[in-house]
């Protein structure tokens, strides 16, 4: 399967532990994208890396996010002193520069805070 | 503040009819717009898209219409089948990255 896997699908986690999320992009994809989606809810970006580079913010990523892309391919999205209302679902896309705009979304990681 | 929308938040079709989606967006500076499907517990899955320099795509069994004069968008899903239910959402990207996504219309197919 070539397309954008995530890890883990499930986390199940207690308020105020940290947790991490992987993603891998599809292989020759160097543009990579973290959106939230709640329930009812069309998916809300995150944040965005070109290559390495995270080039843009959103003001829903609070201090307690940070993601990397550290080698240019697969990312991480950590959330420390997770709170309920973090629980949703982490979705991440990749695409190609230069490419079409359509961004392929992986299956997601669902998180839900207790 | 700017945003994509969809009209209804559900809809239900016996199968065999045909399908109409729509979306509102107010971003008039937005260039591209893509309808995605979304079924129970998986990501996002592209549908079709459209450059704002067209006004129709057709791809199989699904066309998209644009008007940018009244910032409407839908989405056309001839001979509806039960693997069609769904959500689907439209979403706009204005500045070659991030996506703007609606709340999504929740589609049911009446067998």
């Known amino acids: 399967d070539t397309g954008v896997s995530q890890n883990p699908r499930h986390k199940i986690t207690k308020r105020g532990q940290n947790v991490t999320f992987r993603c891998d992009p599809i292989?020759?994809?160097?543009?990579l994208y973290w959106y939230r989606q709640t329930l009812g809810q069309g998916p809300e970006f995150l944040t965005y890396f070109q290559n390495e580079a995270q080039l843009e913010k959103s003001r829903l990523l609070s201090d307690r996010f940070s993601a990397e892309r550290p080698k240019g391919s697969f990312s991480t999205l950590e959330i420390q002193r997770t709170e309920q209302g973090d629980s949703a679902m982490y979705l991440c896309?990749?695409?190609?520069?230069?490419?079409?705009?359509?961004?392929?979304f992986g299956p997601g990681t669902r998180l839900t805070v207790t | 503040g700017e945003s994509v929308g969809l009209h209804l938040p559900t809809l239900s079709v016996q199968e065999g009819d045909n399908s109409i989606i729509n979306c509102a967006y107010s971003?008039?500076?937005?260039?591209?717009f893509i309808w995605y499907k979304q079924e129970s517990g998986k990501g996002p899955q592209f549908i079709i898209d459209?450059?704002?320099?067209?006004d129709k795509r057709q791809g199989q069994r699904v066309t998209v219409l644009l008007n940018k004069t009244v910032k409407h968008l839908s989405l056309q899903i001839a001979a509806t089948q039960p693997g069609d239910s769904a959500v689907y959402f439209c979403?706009?990207?204005?500045?070659?990255?991030?996506?703007?996504f609606g709340a999504g219309t929740t589609v049911t197919v009446r067998a």
């Open positions: 979403a706009e990207n204005g500045n070659d990255y991030k996506l703007s």
């Open positions: 971003n008039s500076a937005s260039d591209y």
């Open positions: 292989s020759e994809h160097n543009r």
């Open positions: 459209i450059r704002s320099n067209m």
């Open positions: 896309a990749s695409s190609q520069e230069g490419g079409s705009y359509e961004q392929y």
